[in-house]
């Protein structure tokens, strides 16, 4: 069983930035593809970016290349997102999620999930 809490978002200016962090419980962590997700109001949740066990591979939805980095540190048991140049679009719910076996941008290759924090970016 893995448990994730996710922390970083908050109020931020168009053009700013924000790291998010999530912190994962469990011994196997350091196996796991993680992923970052977003849930607008009325949306569905859509794929922002992943990163392989090692975080040798990462991978990013088109609209976040070049502006979002993704990244892990196996010893603290921690991923992050670091988001520069921030739209309004961004605003959003981002959540992080683990899978056991893999990792890609379906929410079905993950098996647990964060509660979410919230992103707002003012125009």
């Known amino acids: 069983q893995v448990q994730l809490v996710e922390s970083g978002g908050g109020l931020v200016q168009a053009g700013g930035s924000l790291r998010l962090s999530c912190a994962a419980s469990?011994?196997?962590?350091?196996?796991?593809?993680l992923g970052w997700f977003r849930q607008a109001p009325g949306k569905e949740r859509e794929f922002v970016a992943a990163?392989?066990?090692?975080?040798?591979?990462?991978t990013y939805t088109d609209s976040v290349k070049g502006r979002f980095t993704i990244s892990r540190d196996n010893a603290k048991n921690t991923m992050y997102l670091q988001m520069n140049s921030l739209k309004p679009e961004d605003t959003a719910v981002y959540y992080c999620?683990?899978?056991?076996?893999?990792?890609?941008?379906?929410?079905?290759?993950?098996?647990?999930w964060g509660q979410g924090t919230q992103v707002t970016v003012s125009s």
């Open positions: 469990g011994r196997t962590f350091s196996t796991y593809g």
């Open positions: 990163i392989n066990w090692s975080g040798g591979s990462t």
């Open positions: 999620a683990a899978g056991r076996t893999a990792y890609g941008t379906a929410t079905a290759v993950y098996d647990y």
